[in-house]
């Protein structure tokens, strides 16, 4: 009989930058890319083909509380100022014992969006604030 495996959590993750872990992130999104499709016809063919065409990545979404550090506000800020400032990206999923089971490596990223917290006089939610990366490329591994 096969031993049973179970699938990874969502919640066991950290996210290093240029191979430095930087603060907890509550949420990371856009894992994710895809291909486009090319369609032609040859000559007298009835029917279209189909060949792959430009690879796309997406845009990555990491969300984490403020706190007093403000290195991904100022690595966009470099951004903004036209600094090229791209750095490598890893995203690690971990296991339940926090052994690194799965990598992303998001390769010649840059920050291309920073949002701050939504501030509330009655709310009592952690300050969140947001970096969407842009990235030309994505691998997977598993470790």
């Known amino acids: 009989m096969a031993a049973r495996v179970d699938p990874y959590k969502n919640f066991n993750f950290r996210v290093e930058i240029d191979g430095i872990t930087v603060a907890g992130f509550s949420e990371c999104s856009g894992l994710e890319s895809e291909v486009a499709v090319i369609e032609y016809r040859e ?62 490596r998001l390769s010649h990223t840059f920050p291309r969006k920073w949002q701050g917290p939504t501030l509330r006089g009655a709310g009592n939610e ?3 604030e947001t970096l969407e990366l842009c990235c030309e490329g994505l691998e997977r591994e598993t470790l």
């Not at 990491?62 to 690595?75: A, E, F, H, P, Y």
């Not at 903004?80 to 296991?95: E, N, S, W």
């Open 43 to 104: 000559g007298a063919d009835i029917s279209v083909r189909k060949l792959p065409g430009l690879a796309k990545f997406g845009d990555v979404t990491l969300k984490r509380g403020i706190t007093k550090s403000s290195v991904l506000q100022d690595w966009h800020r470099n951004i903004l100022k036209g600094v090229p400032d791209r750095k490598d990206v890893a995203v690690i999923l971990m296991d339940d014992e926090k052994n690194p089971v799965v990598l992303w």
């Open 126 to 128: 952690v300050a969140i």
